[in-house]
Every structure is written in structure tokens, then in C-alpha cells.
């Protein structure tokens, strides 16, 4: 079964520690994933697809085939960085589904 | 420039009345999605089209339905609203699956089921 699974549901670190947040997939063949940020009733939006190996706002992601994970990272995390966060695989076949995993929230403390 | 425009923002609904979620989008996209989203349990996706005048459920449909009459409008119809369906609701759409372009969303729509 297709599935995205973020293990922490709140993830609470100080202003200039380094953020991982979880994110390990079940899928047979190449995947595709995503992170989504989404601000205080905002809506969501892409952050980083792992295609592209971009960073942006300082988050980096890497496909580690092997243990099926594509965690979200980033040095030093600022206030401005609490958000929700959504890990999303795509789903097989022609239908362009995307399967969000349950959101860690990040809380940045000053 | 607009994405994917959601009306109403937010809504409150008395039990058993109906009621329909707009969704447009203007970048020609063919595949576009409703999703519910409840606190603690991340995205549940409702429907989804292909295409105009191709639509399918998704994991939760019950009380739900959809019509896609063109490519652009893909609104989402609630018949008899239930306490239950209290959530926010968010569209998206994208190009093409395998192109790595992921979904543009809405800006959602907050409904409230009393």
C-alpha cells in the first residue's frame, strides 16, 4: 500500500537549532515527493520537490531510497519558520493523487 | 494571476442544509481535487477529475458530490450537511502527474455544521 507516515505530530525547537522533520514513505518504484508548508490558516504551498534538490527558505530534503525517507532539514530554524508541514508522495498510476502524510507542526521558540 | 480561487470563505450551516463550495481554476489544468482537512488527521481527499466531465471518489466521498462541466469550475455539492462534515475544505489542481509540478491549492473554505 501507498502510504506517507510523519511520526511527530509537534515538533518544538529554539530560534537557531537545527529542524528535522520525519517524513518515510511505502511505495514500489520511483516516487514522487513533495513538502508542503502550510502558515496559520493559510492556504498550503509546495516548499520543495525532491526532483529539483532546490533549497528554499533554507529547508533541504533528500531522497534516501534505501530507508524510504524524504526528511525535511534546516540549520538553524527561525520564528518565522512555525508552520505546518506536510510530507506528500505521489500516488501511482494516471490520476495525479497526492497522499499527504498527517502534518508535524513546527513551533519555533525565541 | 489567480491560482485557484475557493468561494465562501467561511460558512456556518445548519444540519440538513445544503450547500455548494466553488472552486475555478485559470492555469488550464486537467486533474483537480477536493480534500477535507480535520485537526490531527492531515488531508483526506474527497473527489477528483481528470478531466471535464470525468470525476471519482476519493476516501471519504459519502456526502459528498461533484460535477465537472468544464475545465476551469470543479465545485463540490454538500446535500444534507451533518455535524460531521465541520472541516476545511481545500481545492487543488495540477498540470500533469510524473512532471514533479505538485498541486496549486485554494485558500480553503472553512465550514462549520451546527
Known amino acids: 500500500a501507498q502510504r506517507v507516515t510523519q511520526p511527530e505530530k509537534l515538533l518544538s525547537v529554539f530560534k537557531g537549532a537545527p529542524v528535522e522533520l520525519k517524513c518515510n514513505y511505502s511505495?514500489?518504484?520511483?516516487?514522487?515527493l513533495f513538502w508542503y508548508v502550510q502558515y496559520s490558516r493559510q492556504r498550503l504551498q509546495l516548499l520543495l520537490r525532491?526532483?529539483s534538490r532546490e533549497s528554499i527558505k533554507g529547508f533541504t530534503a533528500d531522497l534516501n531510497k534505501g530507508e524510504t525517507s524524504f526528511h525535511l532539514k534546516k540549520p538553524f530554524a527561525q520564528e518565522e519558520d512555525s508552520a505546518m508541514y506536510y510530507c506528500?508522495?505521489?500516488?501511482?498510476?494516471?490520476?495525479?493523487?497526492?497522499?499527504f502524510g498527517q502534518g508535524t507542526t513546527l513551533q519555533v521558540k525565541p | 494571476n489567480a491560482g485557484v480561487t475557493q468561494t465562501p470563505k467561511f460558512r456556518i450551516l445548519k444540519i440538513g442544509q445544503s450547500m455548494t463550495l466553488q472552486c475555478t481554476q485559470d492555469?488550464?489544468?486537467?486533474?483537480m481535487y477536493w480534500y477535507r482537512q480535520d485537526p490531527g488527521m492531515g488531508l483526506k481527499l474527497i473527489y477528483y477529475?481528470?478531466?471535464?466531465?470525468?470525476?471519482d471518489k476519493g476516501e471519504v466521498p459519502n456526502g459528498y458530490n461533484v460535477s465537472r462541466s468544464t475545465t476551469e469550475d470543479f465545485p463540490l455539492r454538500l446535500e444534507l450537511a451533518a455535524p460531521s462534515q465541520t472541516s476545511v475544505y481545500f481545492c487543488?489542481?495540477?498540470?500533469?502527474?510524473?512532471?514533479?509540478?505538485?498541486?496549486?491549492f485554494g485558500s480553503g473554505t472553512r465550514l462549520t455544521v451546527v
Open positions: 487543488a489542481s495540477r498540470g500533469a502527474p510524473g512532471r514533479m509540478d505538485g498541486y496549486t
Open positions: 511505495y514500489s518504484g520511483s516516487p514522487e
Open positions: 525532491h526532483i
Open positions: 506528500a508522495l505521489g500516488s501511482s498510476g494516471n490520476t495525479g493523487k497526492l497522499i
Open positions: 492555469m488550464n489544468h486537467n486533474y
Open positions: 477529475s481528470v478531466g471535464a466531465g470525468i470525476t
